[in-house]
């Protein structure tokens, strides 16, 4: 099992930027596909981003593309998610996950940041 923990939301005015970083250990980080995923208050949970074991392939939801950029540093077990031009529909707590090789499914989450944006 991986744990995972998130760093880096902050309140932010629209248009501002931020990076979000989330740091594992245990589990075999290198390994696995990582995703980002955001929850605005009284929504479910959405996708927001993944990246491949290698960092060479991403998906974003429609909604952020173009603004948003994941990215990994297998070195450093640690994956990123780069947004910009930030809006106020953006405001909700990330949170980053990893996907279960096996099971593809994603097992192990952080426990979130919040990014607040203000318009």
């Known amino acids: 099992q991986m744990q995972l923990v998130e760093s880096g939301g902050s309140v932010v005015q629209a248009g501002g930027s931020l990076r979000l970083s989330c740091t594992a250990s245990?589990?075999?980080?290198?390994?696995?596909?990582m995703g980002w995923f955001r929850q605005a208050p009284g929504k479910e949970r959405e996708f927001v981003a993944s990246?491949?074991?290698?960092?060479?392939?991403?998906n974003y939801t429609d909604s952020v593309k173009g603004r948003f950029t994941i990215s990994r540093d297998n070195a450093k077990n640690t994956v990123y998610l780069q947004m910009n031009n930030l809006q106020p529909e953006d405001t909700a707590v990330y949170y980053c996950?990893?996907?279960?090789?096996?099971?593809?499914?994603?097992?192990?989450w952080g426990q979130g940041t919040q990014v607040t944006v203000s318009s």
């Open positions: 990246v491949s074991w290698t960092g060479a392939i991403t």
């Open positions: 996950a990893a996907e279960n090789r096996r099971t593809s499914r994603y097992d192990d």
């Open positions: 245990g589990g075999s980080f290198s390994l696995s596909v």
